[in-house]
């Protein structure tokens, strides 16, 4: 199974740009990493997914290095509306679904 | 709205009695999936539909739970005699079938507490 390594935790203030880093260093060829951001008492929902390299659309941009072991997540000038856990996850299209695992998340703090 | 419909949002319910929750996928989504979370974590996949064809199953689903996805577009999770281990979110994702991304996409979820 791909599993992931996430900070429990994170705090940033308002108008910082924030990093969060996940470790998936079994990661398979066929996998890609996408990443979810989860409000309280509400689904998760999908914010960006990536293979190699950078992808960025209009609220984060994924970073993943050659070895492809690590991906980070970028959210530029966060705002007290970004608290909230982030999950990152790997898998690929026509794995198990079973496979596909949340883990515990990031949860992160925004601070006027 | 378009997105995945879940109902209802919070059930309350007796322990031993039997609860039914419905997902209404986004429509041109052939894929379904039923996910519990309790508080303080991610997750945890129970089910998975292809069209109305039920492909995986997690061992978290017990013999008293059961999903249906008749003719391939809604789909109900049914616990039966429940228990107040079995008080949860229950979420229902949907995702389309593609070439190289498989994005699944999330409804709001329906609270089970189990008294």
């Known amino acids: 199974l791909a599993k992931t390594t ?19 260093n079994n990661i398979a060829t066929n996998d890609y990493i996408t990443w979810y951001q989860q409000f309280p008492s509400q689904g998760p929902r999908f914010i960006i997914q990536g293979y190699k390299t950078k992808v960025t659309n209009e609220v984060a941009s994924l970073f993943i290095p050659a070895d492809r072991k690590s991906s980070t997540l970028s959210l530029p000038r966060v705002s007290l509306s970004d608290t909230a856990v982030y999950y990152c996850l790997v898998g690929a299209p026509y794995s198990s679904a079973s496979k596909i695992i949340f883990g515990s998340g990031t949860r992160l703090s925004i601070r006027p | 709205d378009t997105g995945v ?10 322990r ?13 989504h052939n894929r379904l999936y039923w996910y519990r979370q309790t508080l303080g974590q991610g997750p945890e ?3 998975y539909f292809q069209n109305e064809a039920q492909l995986e199953k997690s061992r978290l689903l017990s013999d008293r739970f059961s999903a249906e996805r008749p003719k391939g577009s809604f789909s109900t999770l049914e616990i039966q005699r429940t228990e107040q281990g079995d ?9 389309l079938e593609a070439r190289d991304t498989d994005t699944q996409y999330f409804g709001p979820g329906t609270r089970l507490t189990v008294l």
Do not use: W
């Open chain 1, 6 to 24: 996430q900070p429990i935790s994170m705090d940033s203030y308002e108008g910082q740009e924030v990093n969060i880093t996940c470790s998936h």
């Open chain 2, 5 to 14: 419909s879940q109902d209802p949002r919070h059930k309350i319910t007796k």
């Open chain 2, 16 to 28: 031993g009695q039997n609860v039914t929750f419905r997902c209404d996928p986004i429509s041109e």
């Open chain 2, 45 to 47: 996949f129970l089910t």
């Open chain 2, 87 to 95: 008080s949860a979110m229950y979420l229902c994702a949907s995702s």
